[in-house]
Structures are given as structure tokens and as C-alpha cells.
């Protein structure tokens, strides 16, 4: 090779030749000895086929994520739209449950390639050392985002730093951290798939010995792990699995009226203002005239009904009959046009307390300002006297305690 005939002759890369050949000996002792693990499991088909999966998992939550996002802080370029009514749902489903399954895959891979951290050399050259830096913020801001986005689901905030600007940083290090460690592991995938597609023996190093994990087990028993995981919470969204979901966070029979309540109107401060005689319900902004109703005048018009879902970006939601006055109506009667509409709380503050309608929601004739949920008046802590339920929004847009409508 060029580099090694350049040397001969020459003392001072002799002597970067034996220091180099001295790092190069790996040493041989406890996890660096050449039998230290069991090469059977701890092998690039596993890692291959682990990786595929979390990639696949990890896309999803991304893509779902990023969707999540735009919704609730839109873009300039962004819309949403009302229908179809259960796409919020089942985006919202797949980012938290692709999410959960994730874990015991991600732990399975981290096990499988373990043995890599004491390689020797660390390094075969700088682009590989690169590539192995790269592993940092890949598996550092996996572990993140599967930890963080546990504690969100499970209402566990012990740190000060806002859950949602760290989730969502870490998920964009991540995913470029995945796609450069993508094209990096190609060649080892493409080999892994096409010895599979050939049916070429796979029995090329190692088999594992008497009573250990084989590759095959270990495969099987991350899905089982990933299958178990979805089985005991995915009853939260998915309502024929709901009995099994004794794992969940949110218990989806317990509330009032039989379904879960986020935040209280005690803890949003709305309870007194809620139950005040003098609550009216105004329609202002940009209209030709101001309207204002009493629950009574509410109660006392001809009500519209819909069977909408409250989807919570927390992964739970829950589907229900509500009745109530047609946004569409408020506006048309107040004189107003074709507009966005702010819907605000009594709630004094919190993120929660005014939702911005764009045009199309407006104009939804299942958008309404519900007053009764299955027949009977919204509990208190669903909103009461009034609240908004539109379709295909996440939960948190879904204002409740409502007391004005403004037109824009
Ligand atoms: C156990 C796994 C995970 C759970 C339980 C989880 C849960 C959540 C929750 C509850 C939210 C708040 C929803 C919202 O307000 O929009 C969220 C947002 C988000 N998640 Fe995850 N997540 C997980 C994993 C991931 C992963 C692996 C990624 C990316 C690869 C990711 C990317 C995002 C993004 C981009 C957002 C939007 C943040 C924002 O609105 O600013 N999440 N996640
Ligand atoms: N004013 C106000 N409305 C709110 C909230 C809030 O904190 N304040 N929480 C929202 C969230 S996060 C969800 S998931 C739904 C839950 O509605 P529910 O309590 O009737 O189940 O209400 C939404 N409406
Ligand atoms: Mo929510």
C-alpha cells in the first residue's frame, strides 16, 4: 500500500508506525478480550433488523410530531381542515403509541450493540470517528424523547424547562442524528436484507450456545415487549381495546360523566365565574352587531347535535354526542363574514383559554358551542355552561368554560 512503502526509510513514521500498531492491538482483557460477548445476539443482523424498526417508529412519531406542531402553532403555509373528523386522532394515536412501543425496541438495539463501545481502535479514520460522534445525539436524544415524552403523558414535570420546546428541539437532533447514521449503516442493512431475500446461510458466525439467546428469540422477544407495551395503554384511544388498558395514564372510564378531564374548573380558576347568574355568552369583533345570551336564551333556541371526538395530544380521547349552538350560526346572525374567530375562556390565563378558529372550522356546521354532552348539561369540569367542540382539533384547542366569540 502506498502509505506503508512511503514509510520504509523513513525513522520519524517508523515511529508513528509502531505507536500507531500499539493503539491498533486491542487489548485483551474483560470487555475488550475477543470472546468477551456472545456474537450470536450481539450482531449486525439483529442490529439491522432493530434499526429498521426503530427508524420505521421513530419517522412516524417524527412526521406525527411535526403535524401536532403545525396544528396548534400554524404556519403561514399550513392549514388544517375539519374533516376527516378522526385524522387528528390517529395522528395523535401514532405519535404516542409508535412512541411507546419504541421503547423496549430502542433498549433491544442499545443491548445488541453494546460490545461496539469497546471496539479497538475507537476509530478506523476521521470519517468514521465522525460517524461514531454522530451515535451521541442519536441515542442521547432517542432516550430524550421516549423519556420526555413518558413524563408528558404520565403529567410528571419535575424539571423547569418547557417540556414541548425540549421535545420538539431534541426530536429534529434526532432525526438528522438518524438520517446521517442511515446512510452510514446502508451498506450493512442492504447486505443483511439481501442475504435474507436469497436465502443465503445466516449461521455465519457463532450459533448461539445451549440455553442463550438466539437471534431469532431476541427478535421475537423485543416484539413481544413492543406488543405487551401497545396491549395495557392503547385501550386509551382504541375503545374495543379499553378493558385491557390497565397501564394507561388516564383511566377513560373515571370523570365526571364517565370521561377524563385534563384540567379542573377549580384549577383553572373558572369555577366561581362559571356559575355566576350573570354569564352571558357575546359574539363581538368584527360584526355588523354585538350579540349576548343568557343560558336560558341558549337553551331556549333550537339546539344542533354532533358526534365528535375529544383527541387529546396526550394520546387518550374519548367520542361523544354533544348539542349545542352552530358556530356558523352565532356569526351569521351577528352580521359577520367569512373570518377567523377567537374562542375565549372565562379561564384568566393558562395557554388554554382562547382558541383561534381559521374559515374552514368557522364554517363547520358540526362546529359547535356545546351546552349538553350524551343528553344531559356539561359538568362543570367539561366546561360548563358552554363550550367549544369542533371536529379533527386536538384537545387542547377544544376551549371550555367559554364566554366570548370575537370575529377577526
Ligand atoms: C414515548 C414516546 C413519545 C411520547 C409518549 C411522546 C409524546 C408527545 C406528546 C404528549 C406531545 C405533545 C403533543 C403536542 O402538544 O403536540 C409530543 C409532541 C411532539 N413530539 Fe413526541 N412523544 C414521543 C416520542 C417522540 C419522538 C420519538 C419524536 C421524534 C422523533 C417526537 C417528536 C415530537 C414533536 C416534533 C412534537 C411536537 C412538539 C411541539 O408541539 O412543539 N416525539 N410528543
Ligand atoms: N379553558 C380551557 N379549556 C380546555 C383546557 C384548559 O386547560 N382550559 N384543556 C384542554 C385539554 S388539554 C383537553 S384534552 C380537553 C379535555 O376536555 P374534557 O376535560 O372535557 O375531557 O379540554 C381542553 N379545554
Ligand atoms: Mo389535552
Known sequence: MARESAADGDGRTGLVRRAWSA?????????????????????????AWLGIALGVLFTACFLTGVTSDLIQYPQAWFSWFPSPPWLF??????????????????????????????RWPPAKGPGHALERLGIAPLVGGALF????????????????????????WAAWITIGALV??????????????????????RATTAPAADGMLTRRGLLLASGVAAGTVLTVTIGETVPIMRRLAVLAPRAMDRGPQGFPVNKTAAG???????????????????VARELSFSL???????????VLTIACVEGWSVTKRWRGVRLADLVAEAGGSDAEV????????????????????????????????????????????????????PGVLQTKWVSRVVVL
Open 180 to 201: 446521517m447514521h442511515i446512510g452510514a449503516k446502508a451498506g450493512i442493512v442492504s447486505r443483511v436484507w439481501e442475504s435474507r431475500r436469497r436465502g443465503l446461510p
Open 89 to 118: 386522532r390517529v395522528n395523535q394515536g401514532i405519535h404516542v403509541f409508535a412512541g411507546l412501543a419504541a421503547i423496549p425496541v430502542l433498549l433491544a438495539k442499545l443491548w445488541v450493540v453494546y460490545p461496539h463501545l469497546f
Open 342 to 393: 377567537d374562542v375565549e375562556s372565562l379561564q384568566p390565563e393558562g395557554p388554554y383559554n382562547v382558541t383561534r378558529l381559521s374559515p374552514a372550522f368557522v364554517a363547520d356546521p358540526s362546529t359547535l358551542l356545546a351546552l349538553e354532552v350524551e343528553g344531559e348539561p356539561l359538568h362543570l369540569d367539561h366546561g360548563f355552561p358552554v363550550r367549544l367542540i369542533a371536529p379533527n382539533q
Open 268 to 286: 383553572a380558576g373558572a369555577a366561581d365565574l362559571a356559575v355566576d347568574p350573570s354569564w352571558r355568552l357575546t359574539v363581538t369583533g368584527a
Open 296 to 306: 336560558d336564551d341558549l337553551r331556549a333556541r333550537d339546539l344542533d347535535e354532533a
Open 145 to 168: 424523547l421516549l423519556i420526555t415524552g413518558v413524563m408528558n403523558i404520565a403529567y410528571w414535570y419535575p424539571w423547569g424547562f418547557a417540556f414541548l420546546d425540549a421535545h420538539y
Open 23 to 47: 493503539v491498533a492491538t486491542p487489548p485483551n482483557f474483560g470487555p475488550f478480550s475477543d470472546d468477551a460477548f456472545d456474537t450470536a445476539v450481539h450482531d449486525d443482523r439483529p442490529a
